[in-house]
């Protein structure tokens, strides 16, 4: 079936600009996380939505940083006023449920590049 | 979550067996230790996971110690395709967010 998938692939901006990121988790998964890699780390926590609720946003950098998951499946990372440390992959993951034995299914992310 | 310890990179040859470690000295009895690896220019993706006895699934085998305190993820024959970071994560009853650290990168010499 088909696997999580992330738009746009890549997306460069100027600093100050306002963005958006896209995930579409599998079909059926309840819960879905948004994650931030940059070059050489391991991903970052951001966000964790369990349904259409943000059950956990303290990995939010600051209020610049805003998701929604309006309908609880398709999310969207929105990133105001854009600074050139905004530069990482952003990545999404969903899971069947948010219990600790269930995978994470990741998408591709998205190279955001901000100049 | 518990933090893990794991070297910054290993090398193989191709068609070779691989153990990669992982220390997680300050683990708790909830704690499950799951392996995820990154592939070149790819999200993560799941490998295996354990709680107390040793795991084994079509990827690979998590071999766990008695007292827990370490973990290693084997491959039993190393492919080119298996070039990537591998994570060691513990996850402890009821969480939910995975902490990674910066795992191993694994090299595989053909």
Redesign the interface.
């Known amino acids: 079936g088909a696997g999580?998938s992330q738009t746009p692939s890549n997306k460069v901006t100027e600093k100050g600009k306002y963005v958006e990121l896209r995930c579409d988790p599998i079909s059926g998964h309840t819960?879905l996380?948004w994650?931030r890699q940059s070059l050489?780390?391991?991903?970052?926590?951001l966000i964790?939505f369990?349904g259409t609720g943000a059950?956990?946003d303290s990995?939010l950098p600051n209020d610049r940083f805003f998701a929604v998951r309006p309908e609880g499946s398709v999310s969207t990372l929105k990133i105001q006023r854009t600074e050139r440390g905004d530069s990482a992959v952003y990545?999404c993951?969903s899971s069947y449920s948010?219990?600790?034995?269930n995978?994470?299914?990741?998408?591709?992310?998205t190279r955001l590049t901000v100049l | 979550d518990a933090k893990t310890t794991q070297p910054n990179s290993m090398e193989s040859n191709e068609e070779e067996p691989v153990h990669l470690p992982c220390n997680h000295s300050t683990i708790s009895g909830t704690d499950?230790i799951?392996w995820?690896r990154q592939l070149p220019?790819?999200?993560?993706?799941?490998v295996i996971?354990g709680l107390t006895s040793n795991v084994n699934n079509r990827m690979a085998s998590l071999a766990i110690a008695e007292d827990r305190k370490s973990s290693t993820l084997i491959l039993h024959r190393a492919t080119l395709r298996d070039a990537a970071?591998y994570?060691c994560i513990l996850?402890?009853?009821?969480?939910?967010?995975?902490?990674?650290?910066?795992?191993t990168s694994l090299i595989v010499h053909p």
């Open positions: 999580v819960a996380y994650y050489g780390q391991g991903p970052e926590f964790y369990q059950a956990d990995g990545l993951a948010s219990g600790d034995y995978e994470q299914f990741f998408g591709p992310g | 499950y799951h995820y220019s790819q999200g993560p993706e799941y996971h970071v994570y996850r402890s009853g009821g969480s939910y967010i995975p902490t990674f650290g910066r795992g």
